[in-house]
C-alpha cells in the first residue's frame, strides 16, 4: 500500500511539472471543471421551472378546489362531496402534502430534458479528456509545445462517434455488473456471480481508459480500439498494473483534506460569528474556491496523463522484440513513478 502511495506521489509531481512545462495540457482539466458547474446550473434551473410550472398549476387547481367545497357544503349535494372527497384523497390531484405534484413534475418531456442535458454533460467531459490525451502524447512523442489545441480539437472531434459508442458500451458494462451484484444468490454461486461481476467492472475500468487513447491517438474506430487494447493486455505491453500506482488514492485524500478545510473555516465563522460580508470571509472563500477549481482540474489531468503514459509506453514497448522490451524506458512521468 505504502509503496504504491509512494509512487503515485511521484507520478503526481512529475505530471505536474510536465503540465507546468506546457500549461496548455491543464486547459481541458480547467474546462471540465467549468462545465461541471455550468450543466449543474443548468439541471438545477431545469428542475426548478418545472416545480415552479407544478406548482402554478397546483395553485390554481387549489384555489378551484375551495370553490367546489365551498359550493358542494352550501347545497349538500352527495356527488359533489364524493368527488370533493377523492380530489383531496391522498396522492389526489389536489392533494398538497402527496406525490402527485412530484409526478406530474416528472413527465417525458422533464425526463427527456434531463437525460438530454446529462448526455450531453457526459459527452462534452469525454471531448475534453480526449483533448488533454491529444497534448499530452504530442508533449510525450514530439516535445514540449508541439501540441496544438485546435489539433487536438479535431482530432477528438472526427472521433466523436467512437468516443458515444465506447460510452454506450461502458453503460451497459456497468449496468450488467450492477444488474448481476443486485440478483446474486447466496452461497457459492453468488459469490461467483459477485466475482464475474468484478471482474466485468475492472476490465472496464482499465480498458476504457486505454481504448479512449487508442480512438483518439490512432483515429480508429471503437471495435478496432476494443481489439488494440485487448493486445496490449494480452501481449504483457504494460509491465506495471493501474492498482500499483495509487494516484485515485492520493487525489481523493487531497480532495477530502480540501473540502475539510472549507469545512472548519464555515465552522469558525459560526463559532466567532464573523459575518459574511467581512473582508477575511470573502477573501478566504475566494482563496478556498479557488483550491476546489484546481484540485479538481489537476486530478482530471493526471489521470488523463497517467493512461496517455501507458499507452504510449505499450506502443513503443509493441514495436520492439521480447529481449528488447527490457530496456523500453516508460515515458517520465511514469519513469519518475517506477524509479
Known sequence: ??????????????????????????????????????????????????????HSASAKAVSAGINMGKNALQQGNPADIQQLMAK????????????QGLSEAASPDAVLAVVAILSVWWLTNR????????????????????????????AVFSSLPAIITLGIVTLIAKKVARFMRDKRSSGIFGMGINFIASIVEVFWTMAGHLILPAIVIEGTSFWGALKRADRIGQGNLIAIGVGEIGIDTINRLVMLAVCLVGVAGYGALYVYKIPANAPIVMIGGGL?????????????Y????????????????EALSEAERVNCQPPAPLAAALA
Request: with cysteine; charged share 15%; net charge neutral.
Open 88 to 99: 383531496t384523497a391522498l396522492n389526489g390531484p389536489w392533494d398538497q402534502g402527496g406525490l
Open 127 to 154: 471531448f475534453l479528456e480526449g483533448v488533454t490525451t491529444a497534448l499530452v502524447y504530442s508533449h510525450l512523442t514530439e516535445g514540449s509545445g508541439s501540441g496544438r489545441f485546435s489539433t487536438a480539437c479535431a
Open 288 to 300: 478556498w474556491a479557488m483550491a476546489v477549481v484546481l484540485t479538481t482540474a489537476m486530478s482530471i
Open 1 to 54: 500500500m505504502f509503496e504504491s502511495f509512494g509512487r503515485g506521489l511521484k507520478l503526481i509531481l512529475a505530471s505536474i511539472k510536465m503540465g507546468f512545462q506546457d500549461k496548455r495540457l491543464l486547459i481541458p482539466g480547467l474546462m471540465t471543471v467549468f462545465s461541471n458547474f455550468f450543466f449543474a446550473i443548468l439541471l438545477f434551473l431545469e428542475a426548478k421551472s418545472r416545480v415552479a410550472v407544478e
Open 302 to 317: 493526471i489521470r488523463s496523463a497517467f493512461f496517455t503514459c501507458l499507452y504510449v509506453w505499450a506502443i513503443e514497448a
